[in-house]
């Protein structure tokens, strides 16, 4: 290709061509403990002595760290002895597995389960459909029974979900005053970090955390201390068993893994459990009204393309939902961060 043809090539085009190798180089350094390591030995480190202490080759550990530098995830100090590596503030925040705002759970969770199911999106395209027997050989008309094929990918979702909600939880349930529900029930609550933002925030309130059993066992064992009394538990299906009394029903990323005829029906039987008076939250990542954007709302639309049976939304359409189930007052909060609120009246 000559300089004039590579001048006419849109920057923007290799920028999205890169894109895959940008996420790929910063979901490595986590799963390697890149993050991890200069958190814990307190200074600067030389490639040579990270490569030794993650036993990785040094040549390709040295060019991991430098992708890392260019994308301002590390930072390099030139010395007589070599080239020095260090963390930057962002990375000891959110890719040190040991800090509150970690987000290393849900990278792996995209590295090593959604990107298998990417791999099959022109498939997702043509067929309409999840791609979880491709990816990975199960069925794929029970999208929860193949996202919890075994306790292990379970936990990895589990996990990676509470460390988003350690980041979004409190902007979203901050965006409406929700201090007069005292009774509160979190539909498909999985881990609890949620629930755990949402008692912090509103003191003088109880969560039910309702999810499946198994669920319910592993948050449970692994994610809600037991001295925490003010979160409970329920168990079961929110589509097939009853849905306990509540004065505020918190509904976080589960419409968008749904067709609408399922909303509508799961929407029915929160309003009918619902107390008079009472409320339901959405959680979600909305859409424009005219679909044009957020990018990262768009890719989340085509991430639940190839992983469940739903899609995002804009705000009026989940309005027509909630009020197709006899929810009214219906407000809309948007939080200028990755998550919005949308609140219905009973």
């Known amino acids: 290709m000559s300089s004039t043809e590579d001048?006419?090539?849109?920057?923007?085009?290799?920028?999205?061509?890169?894109?895959?190798?940008?996420?790929?180089?910063?979901?490595?350094?986590?799963?390697?403990?890149?993050?991890?390591?200069?958190?814990?030995?307190?200074?600067?480190?030389?490639?040579?002595?990270?490569?030794?202490?993650?036993?990785?080759?040094?040549?390709?550990?040295?060019r991991l760290l430098d992708a890392c530098v260019g994308l301002k995830l590390l930072a390099v100090e030139l010395t007589q002895e070599g080239a020095l590596y260090r963390n930057t503030e962002i990375s000891n925040i959110y890719l040190t597995k040991s800090s509150p705002k970690s987000q290393y759970h849900i990278m792996m969770y995209y590295s090593n389960t959604v990107y298998l199911c990417w791999h099959y999106l022109a498939d997702a395209v043509r067929e309409g459909r999840n791609q979880y027997e491709r990816a990975f050989g199960v069925s794929s008309k029970d999208p929860f029974g193949a996202m919890y094929r075994s306790e292990e990918e379970?936990?990895?979702?589990?996990?990676?979900?509470n460390s988003v909600w350690s980041i979004c939880g409190r902007d979203v349930l901050a965006a409406f005053d929700l201090s007069?529900?005292?009774?509160?029930?979190?539909?498909?609550?999985?881990?609890?970090a949620l629930a755990r933002e949402c008692v912090s925030l509103y003191p003088n309130s109880t969560v039910t955390i309702y999810d499946l059993p198994k669920v319910m066992q592993v948050a449970k064992e692994q994610f809600i201390p037991p001295e925490e009394h003010r979160i409970t538990?329920?168990?079961?299906?929110?589509?097939?068993?009853?849905?306990?009394?509540?004065?505020?029903?918190?509904?976080?990323k589960i419409l968008h893994d749904w067709e609408d005829d399922k909303c509508r029906q799961l929407l029915a039987k929160v309003h009918k459990a619902c107390k008079?008076?009472?409320?339901?939250?959405?959680?979600?990542?909305l859409l424009n009204e005219d679909k044009s954007g957020p990018l990262e709302t768009q890719l989340y639309s085509?991430?639940?393309?190839?992983?469940?049976?739903?899609?995002?939304?804009?705000?009026?359409?989940?309005?027509?939902?909630?009020e197709a189930a006899g929810f009214g007052e219906v407000q809309v909060k948007r939080t200028g961060k990755l998550y919005d609120a949308v609140l219905g009246r009973k």
């Open 7 to 62: 001048l006419d090539y849109p920057q923007t085009i290799l920028e999205y061509n890169s894109g895959f190798l940008v996420s790929k180089v910063m979901f490595t350094a986590c799963e390697l403990g890149v993050f991890d390591l200069l958190l814990e030995s307190g200074g600067p480190l030389s490639s040579d002595a990270i490569a030794a202490h993650l036993g990785t080759s040094t040549t390709g550990m040295e």
């Open 154 to 161: 379970m936990l990895k979702f589990m996990a990676g979900q």
């Open 180 to 192: 007069p529900f005292r009774q509160i029930c979190d539909l498909g609550g999985g881990g609890g």
């Open 233 to 252: 538990f329920h168990e079961g299906d929110f589509f097939k068993d009853s849905i306990p009394e509540a004065e505020l029903y918190i509904l976080s």
């Open 276 to 285: 008079p008076g009472g409320g339901v939250l959405l959680v979600e990542s």
């Open 302 to 322: 085509m991430n639940m393309l190839v992983q469940t049976e739903g899609k995002e939304r804009t705000a009026a359409e989940y309005s027509k939902l909630l």
